[in-house]
């Protein structure tokens, strides 16, 4: 037991989302790493072929979304200029194309940027003309998506970094269902889903990690519901005493500097989660809040910079805060 804990404490320090006590006595724990991050799926022991079957089709999909993978179905789209794609890499890629003319600050079509600022290697600030010459050839537009196919122009390349895990959680759920399993926890790197409740009839509580910390700053309740959060102290490094962050702001071509420290998006869609989460860290609180209010599309707590805690109306009896060095803002 006592490992056990120590497994799941040190899974915080690289998760921004913490379940407490995942399952209860008997539950069976599988870990592994994928999409570039470390997962877990816990279940009840006798449901132990679905959370095998979970992990196998997470493995399996780095074959289709990673874009960093040379054997890659997305590696091959980006290099060849385009191709035929497979249903669930046009699937995915239709749905970020969707969600990217709703909110442009989730831009699929980065990838390019991303390398030059070096992230997954050795990062480090590129020069303006660099960023300003790249930014050139980035924008949705430069990705035409046709009956199963998908076109790319001047040099663009595709990133589904900010939404694949979301896509997964959502397959993860499937294959819940289709086992008939009652209660489970996954963790894809911080895109967590919840099934069900704990075997006591108690939901499952998902702690929010205090920004640059391994402590919790927050909980939230809730089953049945996808918790995705981006964050700036997930990926970064410093160069000359300033920090930058994984997530780019498509407008500048810059790390995004919103004032957030991180956002989570709480929602029954759990791509949709993963790519508002993105989203959502670039616009900043403001801009997120309304967006919300208007849409109703999920419900989200923002941590800001200034150690204040902004949660949507649907959170007020679900959520809890544990550390009183931050303000929770009406
Ligand atoms: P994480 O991958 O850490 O869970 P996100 O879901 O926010 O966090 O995704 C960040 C990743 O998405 C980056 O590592 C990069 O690959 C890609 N990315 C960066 N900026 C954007 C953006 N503006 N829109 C879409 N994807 C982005
Ligand atoms: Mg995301």
């Known amino acids: 037991m006592k490992r056990i804990t120590a497994f799941l404490i040190s899974a915080a320090v690289l998760l921004s989302l913490f379940v407490f006590s995942a399952c209860e006595n008997q539950s069976y724990t599988k870990s592994f790493f994928a999409l570039n991050t470390f997962c877990t799926v816990t279940v009840d022991a006798s449901d132990k072929a679905a959370a095998d079957e979970i992990a196998r089709k997470i493995s399996e999909a780095e074959k289709v979304f990673s874009a960093t993978r040379s054997d890659s179905e997305l590696y091959k789209i980006n290099k060849e200029g385009g191709g035929e794609l497979s249903k ?18 989730f831009d699929p079509s980065l990838y390019n940027l991303t390398l030059l600022w070096g992230f997954g290697s050795e990062p480090s600030v590129p020069s303006e003309k660099d960023i300003s010459d790249l930014l050139l050839h980035t924008g949705a537009d430069k990705i035409t998506l046709t009956d199963g196919a998908v ?9 589904l970094g900010a939404i694949a895990k979301g896509y997964l959680s959502e397959a993860a759920k499937e294959i819940l269902i289709s086992h008939g399993v009652e209660r489970a926890v996954v963790n894809l790197g911080g895109n967590v889903y919840i099934h069900g409740k704990k075997q006591s009839g108690a939901d499952y509580k998902v702690g929010i990690k205090k920004p640059y ?10 089953e049945d519901l996808f918790y995705v959060t ?17 997530i780019l702001d498509p407008k500048t071509g810059y790390p995004a500097e919103s004032g957030l420290y991180s956002v989570t998006v709480i929602s029954k869609d759990g791509t949709a989660a993963d790519a508002l ?9 403001k801009a ?4 919300i209010e208007k849409t109703g599309v999920c419900e989200a707590v923002f941590i800001t910079e200034a ?3 902004i949660i949507t109306k649907g959170l007020k009896d679900c959520f809890t805060l544990l550390d009183s060095s931050y303000t929770l803002k009406d």
């Open 88 to 105: 669930e890499l046009y699937s995915v890629l239709k749905r970020a194309l969707e969600i990217n003319a709703l909110l442009p600050a």
């Open 151 to 159: 076109t790319l122009s001047g040099g663009a390349m595709i990133d």
């Open 213 to 222: 910390t391994e402590e919790i700053v927050a909980t939230v309740t809730g």
């Open 230 to 246: 981006s964050g700036s102290y997930e990926r970064y490094f410093t160069e000359n005493g300033k920090s930058y962050c994984h």
């Open 277 to 285: 989460s993105t989203a959502f860290f670039i616009m900043g609180a």
């Open 288 to 291: 997120s809040m309304e967006y």
């Open 307 to 309: 150690k204040e805690i």
